[in-house]
């Protein structure tokens, strides 16, 4: 059994996170250096402004060659919009359970309007091997 179902529980506490300003190639560097499948985005005040994936950064490269021009800003391919965010008490079943229902890879997590962590899902997984056999 899981030693809570308290999403707190399980989550990176440390996501990593990118400015908007932020050049995509810097982006996709700390993507790949870190091995994580996206990054959060945040204002100076660790406000969630958005995710960005590694299909974001593939689309903004393929856009930049094909059109000849340069990458630009992470704020010109992350996801904004209607972000799906847990909160830290939420119940770990219930969040595994709409990532799957929404094919998602990662959640953001926020409390009090400010990121604190995030669940994704290797750390589901890894939540799982707790279970007795």
Do not use: W
């Not at 810097?26 to 870190?34: K, R, S």
């Not at 590694?54 to 904004?80: F, H, I, K, P, Q």
């Not at 959640?107 to 669940?119: A, C, Y």
């Amino acid at each position: 059994m899981l030693k809570s179902i308290d999403l707190r529980d399980y989550m990176n506490p440390n996501p990593m996170t990118v400015k908007p300003d932020a050049n995509l190639l810097d982006a996709m560097e700390l993507i790949i250096e870190h091995k994580v499948s996206g990054l959060c985005v945040v204002d100076e005040h660790n406000h969630l402004l958005g995710v960005l994936s590694e299909m974001d950064c593939l689309r903004g490269v393929l856009s930049a060659t094909y059109n000849e021009s340069g990458v630009g800003a992470v704020s010109n391919y992350m996801y904004s919009d209607k972000i799906i965010t847990a909160s830290p008490h939420d119940d770990i079943v219930d969040v595994a359970q709409d990532m799957l229902l929404k094919s998602h890879r990662r959640r953001p997590v926020v409390e009090n309007g400010k990121l604190v962590g995030q669940v994704t899902c290797r750390r589901l997984l890894a939540a799982v091997k707790t279970f007795p056999r």
